[in-house]
């Protein structure tokens, strides 16, 4: 599928003629990352606000944040932070006048700028799975370590879905290639599988500097036009309780100064690496964050930065991370209020506990997810594809959680709450009065195409419609699915010159031993 967009403007072409005789692509929404319409659910009141705030700022001034990274250790002493060995101890006015510079909003362009998408203000945007090391699907049946070709596949599936906005981490690691070129190859994969916005794993100079200028590659730009604008971004986690390690914020530095997006999570899992109280564990995750932010913007004030939240608990039975839960939404809500009150983009995740796309995956996956709606988050991670805590990534839980993401974006949409005349529909009231049906009507036969959501998983027929047709359930059919898109997947365009240029680049890198390992 060359891009989902243009197929909508010619009235649906081959994909649109292939999904109405039920052939192999489906009849999905179009590209519209959808506006946060609703106001934001907001737990805390003003003082809870305000101290959870002065919280974040006693732990910054008074306990200290582990900076293990010595460039940066030095970039905070020469800002006047106290020191102490590897501790850095700094003022709240210095945070909060380092946080100020930082946009409220911010734009990514990748090598297609049809895909452009803006981070801030009430865009919410929808990543694919990233990072997990194994992978399930339906016809394996089992967990097993991640491939390239897997990689490959939940790549086309980012690309395929217009859901889908930006292209997170691999969306499962190919343990098959080793790590020393490992992220060479994906992203090979990834910039020519995708036109959507890359993002680059801050693990050491190598891998960060080899992305950027792939990209940079792939969107023919000059080094001041890469320079000039955000063309992509990186995560970062702290590594809680109260640290930043070395190769994470050296990644964090270099994209800074090349004006690219930053965005920091802390991974704050209460009950284990931060306090069992919610307010607690977000105010250590803030404290983690802003830091972060303070440092990318004494560097290169305006530095496009978004802060993160991971904050959810462990199950105090075994201390395994759950996800989804009570606990979780609503810290997804209080950071949303604190990010506000920062005026900070927000990044958030559509996470869950579940090992395979069951009831369980979906209901804790929905819950995060909304949780992100509630929030205002700008930038929701692992929306589709995750599983295990984020240990597994699967292709049927990915194709499931696209039928919410449509849902969540047809939620969104003025049409369902607009209020004018053809709206209120008097006429056609009047038309029907006490004994008639709407189903007739010339109201309801000029809308009824567009009037609902229309799935493209969900199975609506009744129980005996639903077994005379094989009785098939959700996950097989997300796997039929998975294949069919697989089968049919068109990669997008790309100047052959340019493929041509980036796969040159990938084999001289490879030829230099890539990013150093020790093994």
């Not at 004006?259 to 983690?288: D, H, K, R």
């Amino acid at each position: 599928m060359a891009d989902g967009t243009e197929r909508k403007r010619r009235g649906g072409g081959r994909a649109g003629n292939a999904a109405r005789r039920g052939g192999l692509v489906i009849d999905q929404m179009p590209w519209n990352p959808p506006i946060n319409i609703d106001r934001p659910v907001e737990p805390l009141t003003e003082d809870g606000v305000a101290a959870i705030h002065l919280g974040a700022m006693e732990i910054l001034e008074d306990i200290g944040i582990a900076i293990l990274n010595p460039e940066a250790l030095e970039i905070f002493r020469e800002a006047g932070a106290r020191i102490e060995g590897e501790i850095v101890r700094i003022g709240r006015d210095f945070i909060m006048e380092m946080v100020g510079k930082a946009p409220s909003q911010f734009t990514l362009t990748p090598r297609n700028p049809d895909r452009r998408i803006t981070v801030g203000g009430k865009t919410i945007l929808f990543g694919n799975v990233s990072s997990p090391p194994n992978y399930w699907d339906m016809e394996i049946g089992k967990k097993v370590p991640g491939t390239r070709e897997m990689c490959r596949n939940l790549l086309k599936l980012t690309q395929y879905f217009n859901c889908i906005h930006f292209a997170g981490g691999y969306p499962v690691e190919p343990v098959d290639l080793h790590a020393s070129v490992r992220h060479l190859d994906v992203l090979y994969d990834k910039l020519t599988l995708t036109d959507k916005v890359m993002h680059a794993y801050s693990l050491g100079r190598e891998r960060v500097e080899d992305v950027m200028e792939m990209v940079r590659i792939a969107g023919g730009l000059s080094h001041e036009e890469f320079d000039a604008s955000p063309r992509m971004y990186t995560n970062i986690n702290s590594t809680s309780p109260l640290k930043h390690d070395h190769p994470m914020l050296d990644g964090w530095m270099r994209l800074a100064r090349r004006g690219q997006g930053l965005v920091v999570t802390p991974f704050t899992l209460a009950g284990a690496m931060a306090p069992v109280t919610m307010a607690g564990a977000v105010a250590q995750s803030l404290a983690e964050g802003l830091i972060a932010i303070a440092l990318a913007q004494y560097i290169r004030p305006g530095a496009p930065c978004a802060i993160g939240t991971f904050t959810s608990n462990v199950d105090m039975k075994s201390g395994a991370p759950a996800f989804g839960t009570p606990e979780y939404m609503r810290a997804t809500q209080m950071t949303g209020q604190l990010a506000r009150f920062y005026g900070l983009p927000l990044r958030s995740s559509g996470v869950c506990a579940a090992n395979v796309p069951d009831g369980q995956a979906m209901w804790e996956t929905s819950n995060s997810l909304w949780a992100a709606v509630q929030s205002g988050t700008n930038m929701v991670y692992h929306a589709a594809g995750w599983l295990e805590g984020g240990l597994i990534a699967s292709p049927e839980k990915f194709i499931m959680d696209c039928e919410v993401l449509q849902q969540i974006q047809r939620y969104m949409d003025p049409a369902l709450t607009a209020t004018g005349p053809d709206e209120i529909a008097l006429d056609a009231i009047r038309a029907v009065g006490n004994d008639g049906h709407f189903f007739g009507i010339q109201h309801t036969q000029d809308r009824y195409t567009t009037a609902f959501y229309q799935p493209f998983l969900s199975d609506w027929k009744n129980y005996e419609g639903w077994e005379a047709a094989g009785a098939i359930w959700t996950p097989e059919r997300a796997h039929h699915l998975f294949k069919r898109i697989i089968a049919d997947f068109e990669a997008p365009p790309m100047d052959e010159a340019i493929r041509d240029e980036l796969a040159a680049f990938v084999e001289r890198r490879k030829e230099e031993g890539g990013a150093p390992t020790d093994f």
